[in-house]
RNA sequence: GUCCCCAUCGUCUAGCUUGGCCCAGGACACCGGCCUUUCACGCCGGCGACAGGGGUUCAAAUCCCCUUGGGGACGCCA
């Protein structure tokens, strides 16, 4: 058997959104799966519509996704010269013919027919016109455009999908379809056979909206004396309206760099939106890349279109919650220097990254990320909730405020007494620490929450975190004793409130 | 209007090919409890679905038909 050779073909009329990154993700899998090669192509026959901008963003949430390609880009706007060259042999040939309605004429007619709720497909109008009347159209100087002729007769065309089973359809169900413009360019359906039979693509795996194409495009491979690839169609991505998910619907929150910059592990993102029509047929969603590619099979590709569950407006989670737990799941367990590679940047765009944290500073920094990570769902969660632990320049959470603060305010004595009494103390390990912090409490009578949650206010900004002795050891002596001391500007912020 | 595809918890899904092991399993979300100085941590528990109706069969989530619902395609877009 020859090698599989499959092709991630987009257009560059907008960002790489969840739908094409899975259509990359699908043809990825199976090229590493199959040891077969992946093909990038751009579709950028639309001149109008492509731009460079989009393509580079393109290429960039490939990048970023982690799935690399074995040829290409190439350019279907290349290879125009082909394609219409396909299309003058069909037409030699008889398998396709020159049509001189008008682009207004038809559109009339399609707006009648729908009017009168009758099909309005193409008519036929110019099929069989004779050799005689194509001349004296053309000496008239009347613009064509070239139509393939579907096959006369009661015939189907049928193909077989991976997906979805064996798939016919009739030939009287299917239209004379345009191939070339009036201007001679050539159009989607031709073009991209074309393309698909000269880099040998062998399967397609491309969405379910390519499903209506198929039959036509079939239809061209035959007449083109060509043998059809093998087609695997996969189901859609619907918003959780159950609309299709566009760019221009759904905007940033569909688009991968969204993620990138929401702090998403790229290979937490493949691995969620591996899950969203493709399952391993057992219990297990958290695969590494090896394992995703070893266990990957078309035909276990569901048949039915799946939500991609955006929350809109929602506090709590700015995507699908699943996509968040999945991605908390690879920031809690990936090795922890690559998780520090992941978080500098993070910190780095937050302005509060430093040097050290690679040299003399690398032990205390990885360990502190090993602290605060147990609960974050994104990298940025880091230059967030995690500020406080890298940088003084942290804020205090309201909910913290209101009910560490607050609520008691005999604090603003007490905490910079703390801090006197911290500095005191010998070391600073947790059990000294939670010691004079209890011993405090009691003098004091109050509970020892009391004391505990309000420094974890004003030493974090947090409400929650991890236990307090630990993340005060990761804060360090100097800063812990420094903050307690200056805590005025909290009850300042609780007086506003 | 025509054609095509799909249909299991709120969401992602397992089970459907080869009917019985499924009064339907897992994950996320949600709710409750526990742990605790706190928590969008962890642990335990709960809620929650075979769209509806007909068949076939000793037996149907699984096979067939109809209805309903959802999606897609029908361009001189890709």
Redesign the pocket.
Known sequence: MSEVRVRF???P?GYLHIGSARTALYNWLYARKTGGKLILRI????LE?STKASLDTIIEGMKWLGLDWDEGPYY?SEHSAEHTEAAKKLLAEGKAYKCF???EE?DQK?EAA?EA??????DGTCRNLSAEEVAEKEAAGI?S?IRFKIPDGIGEVVFEDKV??R?E??YS?L?D??IV???G?P???L??VVDDLRDGITHIIRG??????TPRQVLLYEALGAATPIYAHM??T?D?????ISKRKHGEAVAIHFYREMGFIPWAFCNFIA?????P???R?IFSREELIENFSLD?I????????IQVNDP??FT???A??IN?HYI?TIDISELAGMVKPVLERAGIWEESYEGEKREWFLSTLDLIR??F?TLN?FAE?GRAYFDDSYEVEERALKRNIVKSPELREILPKLGERLEKIEGFDGEDVEREMRAMAEELDLK??TI??GV?TAVTGQ????????ALGAIGKERVIDRLKNVDWLFKKAEAL
């Open positions: 073909a987009p257009s009329t579709e950028d026959t639309d519509r279907q309605c008008t682009k038809l399609r729908k709720k009758a099909e309005y497909g193409y613009t455009v979805y089973g798939l359809k009739r169900d239209e379809f345009v413009r009036s201007d360019s159009l989607y359906l073009s991209n379910q909206d390519g499903l209506g194409n189901p859609l619907l959780s309206k159950k609309a299709k899950l969203l029509g493709w399952s047929g057992d219990d969603e276990r569901n048949r039915s279109n799946s939500v991609f569950n709590k989670f699908d919650p699943k968040l737990s908390a809690k147990e609960r769902h969660n909730g020892p929450g505990i949650n974890r409400l929650a975190g991890p236990s307090m002795f630990a």
